[in-house]
């Protein structure tokens, strides 16, 4: 079973910046696509990136995110990021992630894979 962790929530200032990690043991995170997923209160779960499994060359981003976030793999550490730039209030949400896979060759990303390991979810708020 793949377990995922996030880490690097908190509360930051709106304009702030937050780098968030996922993490897995046991596992090498590069067979995977993950994505990053966010949901806040009351409110459906919502993709807000992905990227692509090996290389990590192909992403996708939500359009609310899209300039703000990027999203990115250290194979090396076994790790994917999602660093947040420019936070809003709106961005406050618990985030997780998740993991499509494994697959043997390079694998693109979508919103609607079927991603079968979820994180616990690390909490973001943006507030002055």
């Known amino acids: 079973q793949l377990r995922l962790v996030e880490s690097g929530g908190g509360l930051v200032q709106p304009g702030g910046s937050l780098r968030l990690s996922c993490s897995a043991s046991?596992?090498?995170?590069?067979?995977?696509?993950i994505g990053w997923f966010r949901q806040a209160p009351g409110k459906e779960r919502e993709g807000v990136s992905c990227?692509?499994?090996?290389?990590?060359?192909?992403?996708n981003y939500a359009d609310s995110v899209k300039g703000r976030f990027t999203i990115s793999r250290d194979n090396a550490k076994n790790m994917v990021y999602l660093q947040m730039n420019s936070l809003q209030p709106e961005d406050t949400a618990v985030y997780y992630c998740?993991?499509?896979?494994?697959?043997?060759?390079?694998?693109?990303?979508?919103?609607?894979?079927?991603?079968?390991?979820w994180g616990q979810g690390t909490q973001v708020t943006v507030s002055s």
């Open positions: 998740a993991a499509d896979g494994p697959h043997r060759f390079f694998s693109r990303c979508v919103f609607s894979a079927p991603w079968g390991s």
């Open positions: 990227i692509s499994s090996r290389d990590g060359s192909v992403t």
């Open positions: 046991g596992f090498n995170l590069d067979v995977y696509a």
